[in-house]
Nanobody
C-alpha cells in the first residue's frame, strides 16, 4: 500500500491551501484516514481524522480553519486549510488504516505517506 501526498507549498498568512493524499495498492478497504504534522524541533501531532462514514475529529488549534474530507471511491483524503498562520508551518503527513487480504486473511496496515511541506509566511 502506498500513500502519496500533494499540495504543500508556500503561502502568506491568512491564505489557503488544499492537501490531497491518494492510497494505492491491493487495498480491500480503508477505515480511518487522517493528517498529522511535524514542525521543526517538535513531535508529530494529529491535525484531523475522518472515519469511513465521514465522522471527523480536529485538533483544537485547527478547528474552524481546516476541513478534512475524503472520497472513498478514489481512496483519497483531503485537507482544506484556510486562515493559515505561521504556526501551521510544518511537514504534513497523511495516514490510513488500510485493510488488505494476505493469504486469505484480512490484515490491517497503518500506512503513511511522505510528508508535504507547508510554509506560512508572516
Amino acid at each position: 500500500v502506498q500513500l502519496q501526498a500533494f499540495g504543500g507549498g508556500l503561502v502568506q498568512a491568512g491564505g489557503s491551501l488544499r492537501l490531497s493524499c491518494a492510497a494505492s495498492g491491493s487495498i480491500f478497504s480503508i477505515n480511518d484516514m487522517g493528517w498529522y504534522r511535524q514542525a521543526p524541533g517538535k513531535e508529530r501531532e494529529l491535525v484531523a481524522t475522518i472515519t469511513s462514514g465521514g465522522s471527523t475529529n480536529y485538533a483544537d488549534s485547527v478547528k474552524g480553519r481546516f476541513t478534512i474530507s475524503r472520497d472513498n471511491n478514489k481512496n483519497t483524503v483531503y485537507l482544506h486549510m484556510n486562515s493559515l498562520k505561521p504556526e501551521d508551518t510544518a511537514f504534513y503527513y497523511c495516514n490510513a488504516d488500510t485493510v488488505v487480504v494476505v493469504g486469505g486473511s484480512f490484515n490491517h496496515l497503518d500506512s503513511w505517506g511522505q510528508g508535504t511541506l507547508v510554509t506560512v509566511s508572516s
